[in-house]
């Protein structure tokens, strides 16, 4: 997990023209870290820190018939399987 302050500085890096590599080589991240940085999918401040924190809140099971993880039960391929059945 990366801290803000090392996704403001990629952040500022990618905005200053720098390439994903060089950020990664000179940060000591892992290259696919600033990728998801670049693309948005980490977000340090804000409104996206409250949604992550509201994500982690939500249980995950494991369904009883598949064994996939899920939030519901069964999981909702199991649901669809069953013909809304259970
Ligand atoms: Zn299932």
Redesign the pocket.
């Known amino acids: 997990m990366l801290s803000n302050e090392v996704i403001t500085r990629i952040r500022e890096m990618l905005d200053g023209g720098a390439s994903q590599r060089s950020i990664s080589k000179s940060l000591g991240i892992s290259r696919n870290s600033v990728t998801k940085v670049a693309d948005g999918r980490r977000v340090g401040t804000g409104a996206g820190v409250a949604e992550a924190a509201a994500v982690k809140e939500v249980p995950v099971y494991r369904?009883?018939?598949?064994?996939?993880k899920?939030t519901l039960l069964?999981?909702l391929?199991?649901f669809l399987r069953s013909g809304g059945a259970l």
């Open positions: 369904c009883g018939i598949c064994g996939m899920t069964p999981c391929a199991c």
